[in-house]
């Protein structure tokens, strides 16, 4: 995955479905995670903002002539993630991702989930 420019990285996983973005600050502190499945993407942010949206086809609803990058779209108040979404990321990521990070995220999904 490319750095952009400025303060701040991140960090993608790819496997079993799931795609997975951790975000750090400049000062290499954990800031959040984006966790797409499906067609859906839970983003969670220290900040304790919250959403689960559906990720958007990328065709344009204008004209089906052309196509862009696949967006999230919102439609009011974020709606829960299916508790599933916990043990698939339980699995996917054990070999993968840090204990402390998998734990982090695992405490949010159990929440955001029920």
């Given amino acids: 995955m490319k750095q952009e420019p400025g303060p701040g990285s991140r960090r993608w996983w790819d496997?079993?479905?799931?795609?997975?973005?951790v975000w750090y600050d400049g000062a290499d502190n954990f800031t959040g995670f984006q966790l797409c499945y499906r067609g859906c993407a839970l983003t969670w942010k220290t900040t304790g903002y919250w959403s689960h949206v559906?990720?958007?086809?990328?065709?344009?609803?204008?004209?089906?002539r052309g196509y862009s990058s696949p967006i999230l779209q919102a439609n009011g108040a974020p709606t829960r993630p299916p508790f599933k979404l916990l043990t698939d990321f339980e699995r996917s990521s054990k070999a993968s991702v840090g204990d402390q990070i998998r734990d982090l995220v695992t405490g949010v999904l159990s929440i955001v989930a029920r």
């Fill in 54 to 64: 559906r990720v958007g086809s990328g065709i344009s609803q204008v004209d089906s």
């Fill in 15 to 21: 496997g079993d479905g799931l795609e997975f973005v």
